[in-house]
């Protein structure tokens, strides 16, 4: 029956995927794994966190249909390894159920293959050989049967012209492969496996950190005087730096795009090192015993300082961008700074945490990554070429015509109905008729396996564009 | 381990996939010779894929604490995602060139059966040693 379940679902996945771009089949697909994985484990769909990983693996399938981006597959993608993974174990670290999820879904089968059970081996084992008989029986005759076919065409025509007439072509054979393909993955997620000693090694990691037996007070103290020495100057080079920034920003000319850029781009790679240096120089002195340490307050507050002081530098670099961004219009690159700054402000914050609450290294990366993990949904919920084309035709003061025309075809509609209030050439509006009418052209010609969201709402203007 | 076993079996296993996928496409009798002969180079290929990339985890790792099994289980994961990647890049960036694909696609198949086949050697051997004390007996 189960395995009924499986040729269902591989055929499926044929009829979605074969020889179709991505569309609404993904959305379909998503919604077909969940069921065939609640059928194969029921019991595991009662954990929270399976039912958390389902919910965002969901509303990625329906942002596919929706916002049809690669940013929005890649989600999906992602959130299908990590269901598949939390399927395998639940209460392991995102990072291991990825990694659970990409190998059961790559190499699920060869794993079960070699994994099972000895006694189960033995009685099926003469099984096994009849099956290997059955091939023989099948296959070797077919390839003498071949072979002497070939040797026998070109000793007889009659014999040549009547082999030559036998036509395969009803058979597409590409497809079965597709489909078999399809089997393997279901097969594969069927029983998801997991990946060993590092999910057993996860599950045995806490999030605590814990005194060590060679507590030694004299050490500690030679320690957190390094600490806060070095904290303390670098504190005192940072809120130096910080002036100096705010100075070096009522001096920026918004109206000089390269200017905007310098500041932009320098204070970005300012904060990397900066933020990389930080986190690596508290993690460094918090690592152990210091934490247990009771004259630690003045290296925590140091601390705590630096940390706030990053944060200032992560607001100034903001506010750079921002004002980068009001004047010359949003782009991928700065709409990533605006995401780089908010991940940065987030392991900021987690390194506090893991201070405050005296966590390891395992919470950090724990923490840092289901944040990611959250935030790459919640990004490939936005169409981002919409949000671009809009702001900066509407909002920004001055926008790069040619960027906008060679986004994605996802802005050709909103071009092609705000071009004609544009101030810009007949050329760049022809460039951008030529854009929409290639979009609707491809758009009509697409299977109800690509449709999206973009297509069923614009169903009316196709008549137009064949006109 | 018995190398020369695996070898003609994972060369064999290879040849099908590759030509399978092939064939699928475009499919042509006289294609048949030289179908025969790419065994050559198919079980070239598979020599040094086996022998340079699987054998050494078994010879490097085996010793009386540390089961093929446990090797398998060990490092199978790692070697597969890695080996997976790479095929897809080769075909994305061969931009899914028909041979260049079926090449990918059976090495990496042909692969992974050859892992399971390394590992599964000392099962056979218990698995065919308990048959045989239980026609003894």
Known sequence: MKNLIIIIASFLFSILFYDRAIGLNLSIFSLVTIVFLVIYNPDTFKNKTILLQTFAYVLSAIFVFINHSSLAII???????????????????????????????????????????????????????????????????????????????????IFNDLVSKIDFNFINIQWFLFTI??????????????????????????????????????????????????????????????????????????????????????????????????????????????????????????????????????????????????????????????????????????????????????????????????????????????????????????????????????????????????????????RISTKYRSHMKDLSQRNWQEWNYELIANLDKFDKTKN | MNVPRNLAKSSLLASIIFWTIIGSKEFDLDLIPIVMLSYIPIFLCVIIVVVGSICPFYWSAKNDIFTKAQIFKTCFPYYTCIAFGLCCYGIFASDCDLYFSAFCISAYITTNQSWVWFAKEDKITSILTALNNQEDN
């Open chain 1, 181 to 430: 393909l399809g089997y393997y993955l279901y097969s594969n997620i069927s029983k998801p496996v997991q990946v060993e000693p590092a999910t057993s090694i996860d599950l045995k990691t806490g999030n605590e950190l814990y005194q060590s037996n060679d507590f030694s007070e004299e050490k500690l103290k030679k320690e957190k005087q390094l600490g806060t020495t070095l904290l303390g100057f670098l504190n005192l080079l940072l809120v130096f730096y910080i002036v100096t920034d705010l100075l070096s920003m009522s001096s920026i000319k918004t109206t000089v795009a390269s200017e905007l850029s310098n500041h932009v781009h320098g204070g970005i790679n300012t904060l990397i090192a900066s933020i990389i240096i930080a986190i690596g120089i508290i993690l460094y002195f918090f690592r152990g015993d210091l934490n247990f340490y009771t004259k630690n307050k003045t290296l925590k507050n140091i601390t705590f300082s630096w940390i706030a002081l990053n944060i200032v530098l992560i607001i100034l670099i903001a506010f750079k961008n921002q004002i980068y961004i009001t004047s010359f219009g949003l782009t991928y690159k700065r709409i990533g700074v605006h995401i780089y700054i908010l991940l940065t402000l987030i392991g900021l914050i987690t390194t506090i945490l893991k201070v405050i609450k005296i966590k390891n290294l395992t919470f950090l990366f724990r923490r840092n990554t289901q944040v990611t993990f959250v935030v790459l949904i919640i990004c490939s919920m936005i169409n981002w070429d919409s949000h671009i084309t809009k702001y900066n035709l509407t909002k920004a003061k001055a926008f790069d015509i040619d960027y906008l025309i060679n986004l994605s075809n996802r802005n050709a509609i909103m071009l092609n109905e705000l071009k004609e209030d544009l101030t810009i050439s007949q050329e760049n509006k022809n």
């Open chain 1, 75 to 157: 989600a999906n993608c992602a959130a299908f390894f990590t269901l598949v993974g939390a399927v395998s174990q639940s209460s392991t670290s995102i990072y291991v159920q990825w990694f659970n999820g990409i190998y059961t879904s790559i190499a699920g089968f060869f794993h079960r293959n070699f994994d099972v059970n000895d006694e189960a081996k033995r009685v099926d084992f003469k099984k096994y050989i009849d099956y290997l008989h059955m091939a023989k029986l099948i296959g070797i005759p077919l390839v003498f049967i071949t072979l002497f076919i070939l040797l026998y065409k070109n000793g007889n025509p």
